[in-house]
């Protein structure tokens, strides 16, 4: 099933930078305020490869200038690309929600791209035209991978874990340690038996797409770009280094693996009133909860949202006013629900039963901008206090098996229902679509 190789990596050369300075936190997740941070902080900073300075300029980048920074940036040995190909094995221990130190551990491998109706690479949420044409903008001037897939694979056993261990234990290793307190610690791994190891692994089993959903279409995109331009051999199945694409794997049931939730605030439609609320949610019981300081709502939640996780679908309205809504009912069975998996998902509820039987927001109001997704219950919090919206829903996190269980389906999750943590960051290594470069 899935397809994985050894690559020759481009790398920073830790001589010539300090890895900590130039790895940047993914595209997708950088504020307009933190660019000109992150673009100032050093000359050499992987996030002048990914966005434009100013946010503005974006629609008119076609990339051509990134193409041209990685090829200076090769010259002067800034960047260096692997004698060798290899998987590279990555640890990173972080703090999760609670304070407690944790661990995850996976490896970058290149992936050999598969259209979704294969069932080889899953997708578990759906996708917005206008990040993958800005995407393939910089895929097709730069002809390089430069942030990665995020992939999941099932493991409850950890097959894997003793050889990612090992691989990072023995070194030779490079280590940084990013804005957010991550350190992230990266090793490749050349030894062929193990190597092969890995991917006989994937090789019996799908995987599920955790993050860049935009950058994997993209990298589709572009694969079928290059077979249309392709001829003479080059047309006749022969792997060519734009069928693969940079991919991270990580086993959804290691100890370190986190699954955050994200939240949703309503932009513009006003909050209920309590005979609406009861009226448009039959069904659910209600707690009031005081909440005078948008601080306190990450303990708030810890204490009266998490405990329900496990038996009751439930969320935590929030309308500024200083007292927080609790809602939960019982959760229903599949059976009940009349689909393979409709109501047990809390996403597939919250859009629903609330964004669309309160709210009156159907997708297309919600893909059109009528609901922001704020990672941080306490962003979400300030945002309706900022007057930036007018009603924060407070999610639980879904659990790994309800994303494998709706991939496996053939079903999609919501738009934003997911946030796996932490998040890769870009910089630790980018994969070259040349020849040789595997």
């Not at 990555?90 to 661990?103: A, I, S, T």
């Not at 405990?307 to 007292?323: E, K, R, V």
């Not at 009940?336 to 597939?348: L, P, V």
């Amino acid at each position: 099933m899935t397809d994985v190789s050894a690559f020759r990596a481009l790398r920073y050369d830790p001589a010539r930078v300090d890895l900590s300075r130039v790895i940047a936190p993914p595209y997708d997740v950088v504020t307009p305020e933190e660019r000109a941070f992150y673009w100032d902080r050093d000359p050499h900073g992987a996030v002048r490869l990914e966005l434009t300075r100013d946010p503005g300029a974006e629609a008119a980048a076609d990339y051509h200038d990134v193409a041209d920074t990685i090829a200076a940036w090769r010259r002067e040995g800034v960047l260096r690309l692997d004698d060798e190909p290899a998987l590279y094995a990555l640890r990173q221990r972080f703090r999760g929600p609670d304070g407690e130190p944790r661990v995850r551990e996976g490896f970058f491998a290149a992936l050999r791209l598969e259209p979704y109706e294969r069932r080889i690479v899953l997708p578990h949420e759906r996708t917005l035209a206008g990040p993958k044409a800005d995407r393939l903008k910089l895929l097709r001037a730069t002809r390089a991978n430069l942030s990665p897939i995020f992939l999941l694979y099932e493991d409850p056993q950890h097959a894997l874990s003793e050889l990612l261990t090992r691989s990072l234990d023995a070194g030779p290793a490079v280590t940084a340690r990013d804005a957010a307190g991550v350190e992230h610690r990266l090793a490749a791994l050349r030894d062929a038996a193990g190597v092969e190891r890995v991917r006989s692994f994937l090789a019996t089993r799908p995987v599920v797409i955790a993050d860049g959903h935009h950058r994997y279409e993209t990298a589709l995109a572009y694969q079928d770009e290059c077979r249309a331009a392709a001829t003479g051999a080059a047309r006749d199945g022969v792997s060519r280094p734009c069928d693969f694409v940079l991919a991270y794997f990580a086993d959804a049931y290691a100890p370190g693996s986190l699954l955050l939730p994200i939240h949703r605030v309503v932009r513009e439609v006003p909050a209920p009133d309590d005979a609406t609320w009861q009226a448009r949610l039959p069904g659910w019981s209600e707690r009031r909860i005081p909440c005078p300081d948008p601080e306190q709502v990450a303990a708030l939640l810890a204490e009266h949202l998490a405990p329900l996780a496990a038996a009751q679908q439930a969320f935590i309205a929030d309308d500024g006013s200083g007292t927080l809504r609790r809602f939960a009912r019982p959760r229903r069975s599949a059976a009940a629900a009349g689909t393979a998996q409709d109501a047990e998902i809390g996403t597939r509820v919250i859009h629903t039963e609330v964004l669309s039987g309160v709210f009156g927001l159907d997708d297309t109001a919600v893909r059109e901008g009528a609901v922001a997704f704020p990672k941080k219950a306490v962003e979400a919090a300030r945002d309706v206090r900022a007057g930036r919206g007018t009603v924060a829903l407070y999610l639980n996190p879904l659990r790994p098996e309800d994303v494998f269980a709706v991939t496996a389906a053939g079903e999609v999750l919501p738009q934003k229902s997911t946030f796996f943590a932490p998040k890769l960051p870009t910089g630790l290594c980018f994969r070259l679509l040349e020849d040789g470069s595997a």
